[in-house]
C-alpha cells in the first residue's frame, strides 16, 4: 500500500534577525529552528500522531503537511504528488478538497458573522459544488454525522451561541464538508471541558471507521494520542525522537524524553504511585543555540557520548524508530 | 480537628443578564493536615468557593448566606482589616494562570519580600533573608530573586508563585488549578512539589483542579462539584472503587489511564450546564444515566451513605447495589 502522505526532510526554519538592515550587515545566522529535517510516512485509514511539549515544532509540521506554510527545504508528498511543486491557485483549490484542518481553538477561528448553517455551507459554495437546496442537505447529512442536533435550533445560531463542544462539532463537521481523505487535528480537545472531551474523541475515532479517514493528530497528551492513535511521533526541539506503534511508545518507550512523558502522566488511581520523573530541568529555547551533540543530553539522566554527538533517527526493529545511541547499544 | 469549616455556603452573581448561583448550598469541612481536592468542570463553582474563603468575590457576586469557619471563627462578617490579618499569614492561595500574577515591573524577590513585609513585622534584610529560602525551597536558585517574571519559565513562575504563597507561614493553603497552562512535564514537577512541601510544612490543603488524576495523587480526600452543587465527597482511595454519583463515576471514565491496557472510553451526554437556567430538581438530570421521574422536581441532599461519604443522589441506593 502507498502512503498517502510522505515528508521527506522536512525543515522550517524561522529568521531571528529583528530588521533588513540587520539581515543585512550581520554575518551571524540565527534562525529558529522549528522543524529540523524529519521524514515519516502516514498510511491510508491510520491516524498518525505527533506529541509533544509546546514550542517542539508539532503544530508547525502539522500545517507544513497542509500546505499552509511553505518548508525551508524538504518535501511533502500528498498522494504521489510534491506539493512544493503546486503553484497555480486551481490546483491548490483543488487540494484542499481532500485535506483540511481541525483547529485548537474553536472559540477563535469560527466566524462570528456567519449563522451555522452558512458556516457549513460556505466550503461548497466556495468550490461550486452543488445549488443551494442539495447544499442544505448535505449540510443537514453532515451534522447528523457529527451529533449537531437539535438541527432546526442550531443551524441559524451564530457560534457564540452554541458551547465549547458544539464549537468544536461545527468545526469538524466543516472540515468533513468537502470529503477530504486526510484531516490534520491540532489539539482538538485541549480547549474543552473534561465531561465533553471524550465526546469528540469518540466522534472522531468514528469518523475514521465510518469514512476510512486518515488523520494526522497532534496533542500534547501522550495518553491522548494512545487512545487515537496508530503510530506515534514524539518531538523534541523540532526532531522526532521516537516513533513507533502506539502500544510500544506507551508500555516500552526506548527514549528518554519519552519515557519522562510517560512518567509524568499522573494515573488516575490512588493505589498506583506515580513513578519519579527521571529528567530534570526544562526544554531550551530553540531559539538560541542548540546544545552540541544530542539537543536533549543536557536534560537526559544518561548522557555519555552524546554531549558531542547527535544520533540519528535509526530504526531499531521494525517500525520502531529512536533517536538515540542507548537502545541501539543493547 | 478540623482546620475550616464551610457551612450552607451560598456565593450568587447578581449580572445584569440574571441570577447565577455559582456556589448553591455548600458545605464541607478541612482537617488539619489533609488535603482536598475539589475536582468539576469549569463553571462548576470550584474557584468560586476559593474566592469566597479568601473573601475575594468579585462583583457582582456576593457571598448571600452561610458560614465559613476557620479555626471555629466565621470570615463572612469580618471587615476588610480583619481580613488582612487572616489572608496571607493564616490562609494563602496560589492562583490560576500564575504567569499573569505577577507585577512584570519588579524582580521576583522584592515582589515576594514585600509580601512577608505588609504582613510581618520584619525588617527588609530578614525579609529578603526569607524570601531567598523560600526561593530555595521551591527548587530555585536564590540569585533569581533579582530576575523579572519575564526572565523566569512558566514553571519557575510557578514555582515563584507557591513561594509567595508560603511566604507568611500559612497554615492553610488553597491551590487553584497550579499546573494549568504548564507543559507535561513541568506540571508532574509542580505537583511533585506541592506534596513534598505538604508533608514538610504540615500544610492544610485545597487543592482546585478538573484533572482528578491529579487529586488521586496528591490529595486524601476528594469532592466532586457539578453546577454549584458538591455531589459527591469521600476519601481518595475509596473514590475510584466505591464511587456512587453518575458524575463521578462519569468523570472518571472520561480519563484515559495510560497504565492500564486501552479501553473506550465513555463521554458524559449532553452539554455542560448552563448555570443562568439550571434545570429544576437535580442540576445532572438531564445527562444522567440514571435519571428518574423524582430527579427532575426534587432536589437531592447530600447524604452521609458510609463513613466519610457522602453523596447528592436521589438513586444511590439502587446504583450501590447493582456496582
Same mark, same amino acid.
Given at each position: 500500500?502507498?502512503?498517502?502522505?510522505?515528508?521527506?526532510?522536512?525543515?522550517?526554519?524561522?529568521?531571528?534577525?529583528?530588521?533588513?538592515?540587520?539581515?543585512?550587515?550581520?554575518?551571524?545566522?540565527?534562525?529558529?529552528?522549528?522543524?529540523?529535517?524529519?521524514?515519516?510516512?502516514?498510511?491510508?485509514?491510520?491516524?498518525?500522531?505527533?506529541?509533544?511539549?509546546?514550542?517542539?515544532?508539532?503544530?508547525?509540521?502539522?500545517?507544513?503537511?497542509?500546505?499552509? #506554510?511553505?518548508?525551508?527545504?524538504?518535501?511533502?508528498?500528498?498522494?504521489?504528488?510534491?506539493?512544493?511543486?503546486?503553484?497555480?491557485?486551481?490546483?491548490?483549490?483543488?487540494?484542499?478538497?481532500?485535506?483540511?484542518?481541525?483547529?485548537?481553538?474553536?472559540?477563535?477561528?469560527?466566524?462570528?458573522?456567519?449563522?451555522?448553517?452558512?458556516?457549513?455551507?460556505?466550503? +461548497?459554495?466556495?468550490?461550486?459544488?452543488?445549488?443551494?437546496?442539495?447544499?442544505?442537505?448535505?449540510?443537514?447529512?453532515?451534522?447528523?454525522?457529527?451529533?449537531?442536533?437539535? /438541527?432546526?435550533?442550531?443551524?441559524?445560531?451564530?457560534?457564540?451561541? +452554541?458551547?465549547?463542544?458544539?464549537? /468544536?462539532?461545527?468545526?469538524?463537521?466543516?472540515?468533513?464538508?468537502?470529503?477530504?481523505?486526510?484531516?490534520?487535528?491540532?489539539?482538538?480537545?485541549?480547549?474543552?471541558?473534561?465531561?465533553?472531551?471524550?465526546?469528540?474523541?469518540?466522534?472522531?475515532?468514528?469518523?475514521?471507521?465510518?469514512?476510512?479517514?486518515?488523520?494526522?493528530?497532534?496533542?500534547?497528551?501522550?495518553?491522548?494520542?494512545?487512545?487515537?492513535?496508530?503510530?506515534?511521533?514524539?518531538?523534541?526541539?523540532?526532531?522526532?525522537?521516537?516513533?513507533?506503534?502506539?502500544?510500544?511508545?506507551?508500555?516500552?518507550? /526506548?527514549?528518554?524524553?519519552? /519515557?519522562?512523558?510517560?512518567?509524568?502522566?499522573?494515573?488516575?488511581?490512588?493505589?498506583?504511585?506515580?513513578?519519579? #520523573?527521571? #529528567?530534570?530541568?526544562?526544554?531550551?529555547?530553540?531559539?538560541?543555540?542548540?546544545?552540541?551533540? !544530542?539537543?536533549?543530553?543536557?536534560? !537526559?539522566?544518561?548522557?555519555?557520548? !552524546?554531549?558531542?554527538?547527535?544520533?540519528?533517527?535509526?530504526?531499531?526493529?521494525?517500525?520502531?524508530?529512536?533517536?538515540?545511541?542507548?537502545?541501539?547499544?543493547? | 480537628?478540623?482546620?475550616?469549616? &464551610?457551612?450552607?455556603?451560598?456565593?450568587?452573581?447578581?449580572?445584569?443578564?440574571?441570577?447565577?448561583?455559582?456556589?448553591?448550598?455548600?458545605?464541607?469541612?478541612?482537617?488539619?493536615?489533609?488535603?482536598?481536592?475539589?475536582?468539576?468542570?469549569?463553571?462548576?463553582?470550584?474557584?468560586?468557593?476559593?474566592?469566597?474563603?479568601?473573601?475575594?468575590?468579585? $462583583?457582582?457576586?456576593?457571598?448571600?448566606?452561610?458560614?465559613?469557619?476557620?479555626?471555629?471563627?466565621?470570615?463572612?462578617?469580618?471587615?476588610?482589616?480583619?481580613?488582612?490579618?487572616?489572608?496571607?499569614? =493564616?490562609?494563602?492561595? &496560589?492562583?490560576?494562570?500564575?504567569?499573569?500574577?505577577?507585577?512584570?515591573?519588579?524582580?521576583?524577590?522584592?515582589?515576594?519580600?514585600?509580601?512577608?513585609?505588609?504582613?510581618?513585622?520584619?525588617?527588609?534584610? =530578614?525579609?529578603?533573608?526569607?524570601?531567598?529560602?523560600?526561593?530555595?525551597?521551591?527548587?530555585?536558585?536564590?540569585?533569581?530573586? $533579582? $530576575?523579572?517574571?519575564?526572565?523566569?519559565?512558566?514553571?519557575?513562575?510557578?514555582?515563584?508563585?507557591?513561594?509567595?504563597?508560603?511566604?507568611?507561614?500559612?497554615?492553610?493553603?488553597?491551590?487553584?488549578?497550579?499546573?494549568?497552562?504548564?507543559?507535561?512535564?513541568?506540571?508532574?514537577?509542580?505537583?511533585?512539589?506541592?506534596?513534598?512541601?505538604?508533608?514538610?510544612?504540615?500544610?492544610?490543603?485545597?487543592?482546585?483542579?478538573?484533572?482528578?488524576?491529579?487529586?488521586?495523587?496528591?490529595?486524601?480526600?476528594?469532592?466532586?462539584?457539578?453546577?454549584?452543587?458538591?455531589?459527591?465527597?469521600?476519601?481518595?482511595?475509596?473514590?475510584?472503587?466505591?464511587?456512587?454519583?453518575?458524575?463521578?463515576?462519569?468523570?472518571?471514565?472520561?480519563?484515559?489511564?495510560?497504565?492500564?491496557?486501552?479501553?473506550?472510553?465513555?463521554?458524559?451526554?449532553? $452539554?455542560?450546564?448552563?448555570?443562568?437556567?439550571?434545570?429544576?430538581?437535580?442540576?445532572?438530570?438531564?445527562?444522567?444515566?440514571?435519571?428518574?421521574?423524582?430527579?427532575?422536581?426534587?432536589?437531592?441532599?447530600?447524604?452521609?451513605?458510609?463513613?466519610?461519604?457522602?453523596?447528592?443522589?436521589?438513586?444511590?441506593?439502587?446504583?450501590?447495589?447493582?456496582?
Amino acid at each position: 500500500m502507498e502512503p498517502i502522505i510522505v515528508a521527506k526532510n522536512l525543515t522550517k526554519l524561522y529568521d531571528l534577525r529583528s530588521s533588513f538592515l540587520e539581515s543585512f550587515f550581520s554575518k551571524e545566522e540565527r534562525y529558529l529552528r522549528a522543524v529540523d529535517n524529519i521524514s515519516f510516512n502516514i498510511m491510508p485509514g491510520e491516524t498518525f500522531g505527533l506529541v509533544g511539549e509546546s514550542g517542539c515544532g508539532k503544530t508547525t509540521t502539522g500545517r507544513l503537511v497542509i500546505n499552509t #506554510i511553505r518548508p525551508t527545504s524538504g518535501q511533502v508528498i500528498f498522494e504521489g504528488r510534491d506539493l512544493s511543486t503546486v503553484r497555480e491557485r486551481d490546483e491548490l483549490k483543488k487540494l484542499a478538497l481532500k485535506m483540511q484542518m481541525i483547529f485548537q481553538d474553536p472559540y477563535e477561528y469560527l466566524s462570528p458573522w456567519l449563522n451555522i448553517k452558512d458556516t457549513l455551507a460556505e466550503p +461548497l459554495r466556495i468550490h461550486n459544488m452543488l445549488d443551494e437546496e442539495k447544499i442544505e442537505a448535505k449540510v443537514r447529512e453532515v451534522m447528523e454525522t457529527v451529533g449537531l442536533t437539535p /438541527q432546526n435550533m442550531i443551524l441559524p445560531k451564530y457560534s457564540y451561541g +452554541l458551547s465549547g463542544g458544539q464549537r /468544536q462539532r461545527v468545526m469538524i463537521a466543516r472540515a468533513l464538508m468537502l470529503n477530504p481523505s486526510f484531516i490534520v487535528a491540532d489539539e482538538p480537545v485541549s480547549m474543552l471541558d473534561v465531561s465533553i472531551r471524550v465526546g469528540v474523541l469518540n466522534l472522531l475515532r468514528e469518523l475514521k471507521r465510518k469514512f476510512n479517514l486518515t488523520n494526522l493528530f497532534i496533542t500534547h497528551d501522550i495518553a491522548i494520542s494512545r487512545y487515537m492513535c496508530d503510530r506515534i511521533a514524539v518531538m523534541y526541539l523540532g526532531k522526532i525522537v521516537e516513533m513507533g506503534p502506539a502500544e510500544y511508545i506507551i508500555n516500552d518507550p /526506548q527514549h528518554p524524553y519519552t /519515557q519522562a512523558l510517560v512518567a509524568a502522566v499522573p494515573a488516575p488511581d490512588p493505589a498506583v504511585k506515580t513513578q519519579e #520523573i527521571p #529528567i530534570k530541568g526544562r526544554i531550551p529555547t530553540s531559539a538560541g543555540k542548540l546544545p552540541p551533540g !544530542c539537543r536533549f543530553s543536557p536534560r !537526559c539522566p544518561y548522557g555519555e557520548s !552524546c554531549k558531542t554527538e547527535e544520533p540519528g533517527l535509526v530504526e531499531y526493529e521494525e517500525g520502531r524508530f529512536v533517536m538515540c545511541f542507548r537502545p541501539l547499544k543493547k | 480537628m478540623s482546620v475550616l469549616k &464551610v457551612q450552607n455556603l451560598k456565593t450568587h452573581f447578581f449580572t445584569p443578564f440574571g441570577l447565577v448561583k455559582a456556589v448553591d448550598d455548600v458545605s464541607f469541612e478541612m482537617k488539619k493536615g489533609k488535603a482536598l481536592g475539589l475536582a468539576g468542570e469549569s463553571g462548576c463553582g470550584k474557584t468560586t468557593i476559593a474566592y469566597s474563603i479568601m473573601s475575594l468575590v468579585p $462583583n457582582p457576586g456576593r457571598i448571600v448566606e452561610g458560614k465559613i469557619l476557620y479555626n471555629g471563627r466565621d470570615l463572612v462578617p469580618l471587615n476588610e482589616e480583619e481580613l488582612r490579618r487572616i489572608r496571607w499569614k =493564616e490562609i494563602s492561595m &496560589v492562583f490560576q494562570g500564575a504567569m499573569a500574577s505577577f507585577n512584570p515591573l519588579f524582580k521576583i524577590g522584592d515582589q515576594i519580600s514585600e509580601a512577608i513585609l505588609t504582613h510581618e513585622k520584619v525588617n527588609k534584610k =530578614e525579609a529578603m533573608r526569607r524570601t531567598n529560602e523560600l526561593l530555595e525551597l521551591v527548587g530555585i536558585d536564590s540569585v533569581r530573586a $533579582n $530576575n523579572y517574571p519575564w526572565e523566569l519559565s512558566g514553571g519557575m513562575k510557578q514555582r515563584s508563585m507557591i513561594a509567595m504563597a508560603l511566604s507568611c507561614n500559612p497554615s492553610l493553603l488553597i491551590a487553584d488549578e497550579p499546573t494549568t497552562a504548564l507543559d507535561v512535564i513541568v506540571s508532574a514537577q509542580i505537583m511533585d512539589l506541592i506534596k513534598e512541601l505538604r508533608t514538610r510544612l504540615d500544610l492544610t490543603m485545597l487543592l482546585i483542579t478538573h484533572d482528578i488524576s491529579v487529586i488521586a495523587q496528591t490529595c486524601d480526600e476528594l469532592a466532586v462539584m457539578y453546577g454549584g452543587k458538591l455531589v459527591e465527597k469521600t476519601d481518595v482511595s475509596k473514590i475510584f472503587t466505591d464511587s456512587v454519583h453518575p458524575y463521578t463515576t462519569a468523570l472518571i471514565k472520561a480519563f484515559p489511564n495510560i497504565r492500564s491496557p486501552k479501553q473506550d472510553l465513555e463521554g458524559i451526554p449532553g $452539554n455542560p450546564l448552563d448555570l443562568m437556567n439550571p434545570p429544576a430538581g437535580c442540576r445532572f438530570a438531564p445527562r444522567c444515566p440514571h435519571v428518574q421521574p423524582r430527579c427532575m422536581g426534587d432536589d437531592p441532599v447530600l447524604t452521609e451513605i458510609a463513613a466519610n461519604h457522602y453523596v447528592a443522589c436521589h438513586q444511590w441506593e439502587e446504583i450501590y447495589e447493582t456496582r
